[in-house]
């Protein structure tokens, strides 16, 4: 009995040592906490002290000295991060990311860094991405010091326009303190690797600037470290090209122009202000709906961890490409270990040069750090949650960035789940009913002139939802008759170009453990006898199963159908009833390619090719895209064919699925003053398929059932639990419902 009792307790103690082992969720959710502005001047401090770096704390006017451009998180290896999460292996070590750009050296070029160990670093050492090919200067993201330089030399080449800008457009460039001209730059810099020629869009500085081009295009070369060398190689004036300004001015002297004509005195047209009425009159002066909490906030935030329901997750907000989820959970459950914006793309066509030059690739200006402050009421409900982020990214030091991004719980407007069970007698046998809630994580990023709102919504039946909203202004050219082949005209000498958006994702899935295989299902017809009528045939639907056995067989190009179903499950793992437990990737989208394959800028955008591309999980590929796919697009520092063209074996494997959703934007009359939201929003659920044995969400105390009582009753038997007033947010009376129908 002692020895027994002795086995008992070695055996309790070896149960509780394990569990002990597991951190705490906040614990485990802070290795991927962003940056504290503390562990940012940290690795500054610490970079700018190595000699050998030569790095300058103030850049000063010189694009020719070493500086550091971005410091963020970099994420623990996904091995290193299980191990310490499931137990059993020391916490990560905290590290981090840094740019630097070499410009002083003879050869100048950008190196990435890992920096460590954090809060006390004592280390670097140099990053590469896969295929270790070196990032070339030219390929860096422009800078403020660098859009500076561009600024001042304007001021100087655009001096011999000052008359014909002043007489045609009212505004100038040149000397300029009122009624001044700014400028829009696209993207990519040039024909190819090496070039750094930015064709620049002159426009009215005003509200709205975007939708004000004056008719005057101008390519500038800023691939010198020395802006006194850069210079005008063309100017397009009004459906015209032109060697140099003076050519321009000296046909504008004598009288050779096709001028644009003057602008109108409406400038009101890109702005906010109202103007115009309703027809029916409706009150707009006052508050609409809101959202409200009466019992208080039914989500936790501690730290960067969320949880709402069965959700657990990690949060944080990267500098370079923005949201970024890792450790998703649900009842305690890994669903994936990161979810993840890896790139925006905008592909524009026009017949100007600024719009047929114009091929947008988001991540190079930063989009994590350009979300900036959500309003309350209007971004998110006056009761959302607001974070700030930190960042430091082309500063002197880590910077605020007040209510980056909000958590509020949002009621859908549409039942959970609900059903009224007629008894077809004027009444029912009972109505059962859950309303409908998810949690909302939001941040947004204004690149230029768009402003994509990139949504994470949790709902409770253990379904997730990512999601992006496009608004904002157009990116709009100067109007000509040659244009309307390539969009619409949304004012007197405004067209509204043609583009397509991109937005892909990672998703690391790890569905009931991080070996899964991935399979399509769809149905097909099949004609067979009818087996209760002799002689009669049957056609019907069956399902069609396909396992993908590798990545090539799972890579999905624009241009053909994608199966409806896309299923990653656990072969190991069934549910109650037998399925192996999976999750399905459902799209919302209609994305198509943006360049033909293979075509010059389209080889930095490989990943936009397919609706989903589904890969073995490495450390060398970790990312789709880089900070400097903009600006070399034709020899791209990522190369995502390459994680694919080797067709490795996906079966039972550490699967990662890349998700690439989008649509046509044929801008119209509608688009002005901003883009709206509606119809505008495209993405895809993760949905679980046989994971669970039931709905999660009955786990909820939110369902309302009511049953009819006796029939002389005028009452009906309402059952919930919850209050039966949600509070006076909503309404003073409590619920009722009688569940009767028809004539009276």
Known sequence: MWLETLRWVVVALGVLASASSI???????????????????????????????????DRGDSLARNSLFLVELQVPRKSQALQFLDGGSPRPPRLARAIVFFGEQAQPNVTEFVVGPLPRPSYYRALSYKGGRPVPFAARPVTLLEYELMHRRLLELTEPLYRLLRDTTGFWYHNCSQRCLTFSDVAPRGLGPGERRSWLILQRSVEGHFLHPVGLELLLDHGSRDPRRWALQQLWYNGQFFAS??????????????????????????????????????????HGAKVCEPQGKRYRLRGNLVEYGGWRLALRLRSSAGLQLFDLRFNGERLAHELSVQEAVAFYGGSTPAAMQTKYIDSAWGMGALAHELAPGIDCPEVATFLDAHHLYDAAGPGRYPRALCLFELPTGVPLRRHFDSDFRGGSRFYGGLEGQALVLRTTATVYNYDYIWDVLLYPNGLLEAKVHATGYVHATFYTPQ???????????????LHTHLLHYKVDLDIAGTRNSFETVDVRFEN???????????????????????????????????????????????NRWGHPRSYRIQYS????????RGWREERGVAWGRYHLAVTRHHEKEATSSSPYAQHDPWQPAVDFESFIRNDENIENQDLVAWVTVGFLHIPHAEDVPNTATPGNAVG??????????????????GPVIVR???????????QRWTPASPGPCVSPEPFTYNGTYGQE
């Not at 906040?26 to 401090?45: H, K, M, T, W, Y």
């Not at 009159?281 to 006052?286: D, F, I, L």
């Not at 009819?708 to 309402?718: I, K, L």
């Open 528 to 574: 067979i006898s009818n087996p209760w009528s002799p002689g009669e045939r049957v056609v019907q639907p069956r399902l069609h199963r396909r396992p993908r056995r590798s990545e090539r067989q799972a890579a999905f190009p624009f241009g053909r159908a994608l199966p409806r179903y896309l299923l990653f499950s656990s072969p190991s793992q069934r």
């Open 708 to 718: 009819p009582r006796d029939p002389a009753s005028a009452h009906a038997a309402v």
């Open 483 to 497: 244009g309307l082949r390539y969009g619409s005209r949304l004012h007197r000498d405004v067209l509204g170009n």
């Open 245 to 286: 300004a003076q050519e321009l001015a000296r046909r504008y002297e004598r009288g050779e122009l096709a001028l644009a004509r003057p602008p109108t005195p409406d400038l009101l047209f890109s702005t906010y202000v109202p103007r115009g009425h309703f027809s029916t009159g409706t009150p707009t002066a006052v």
């Open 684 to 701: 895809f659920f993760l949905r679980p398929f046989n994971f669970f044995d039931e709905d999660p969400s009955v786990a909820s105390r």
């Open 23 to 57: 951190p705490a969720p906040q614990l485990g959710a802070s290795i991927f906490a962003d940056l504290s502005p503390a562990e940012l001047r940290a690795v500054q401090s610490f970079l700018l002290s190595r000699p050998e770096l030569g790095l300058v704390a």
């Open 589 to 596: 989208s209609q994305a198509g390619r943006v360049l033909p």
